[in-house]
């Protein structure tokens, strides 16, 4: 069994359950200083991780009531979150790096190109 030190008096003794608090986190009370304490509270709010989907949601061009709709969240609560992730964004974009001094091409167009069937001939 684990042992609940009362933070106001630091005794271990005398602690009882006192129902939850409002996140479902088990309250305590000490007997001996009549505090009620939660050792152990529960995170408020939407973790990261629903925060971070909302905005690739965004970004990938889903509008705020859908992802409201996917996540199971408020679409104001998305719109907050969009909007404070934009005002953490640079005024001016990042600056393109050097030239790209080689490309790839790829051998589907030589293919196409070359076939007969009037399908497949691309206009010319």
Known sequence: ????????CQKEEQQVKAGLNASGSQRYKCKRCQRRYTPEPN???????????????????ANFRRI???LDISRQTVANWVKAHAEKLPDE???????????EL???????EQKKI???????
């Open 43 to 61: 995170e408020l709010g939407y973790s990261e991780v629903v925060r971070r989907k909302a905005l690739e949601l965004y970004v990938d061009g």
């Open 106 to 112: 790829d051998e589907v167009f030589t293919f196409i």
């Open 68 to 70: 409201g709709r996917i």
């Open 118 to 124: 009037a399908s497949t001939l691309l206009p010319k």
């Open 1 to 8: 069994m684990i042992k609940l030190k009362c933070p106001h």
């Open 93 to 103: 974009p990042p600056v393109p790096g050097p030239e790209v001094e080689v490309s």
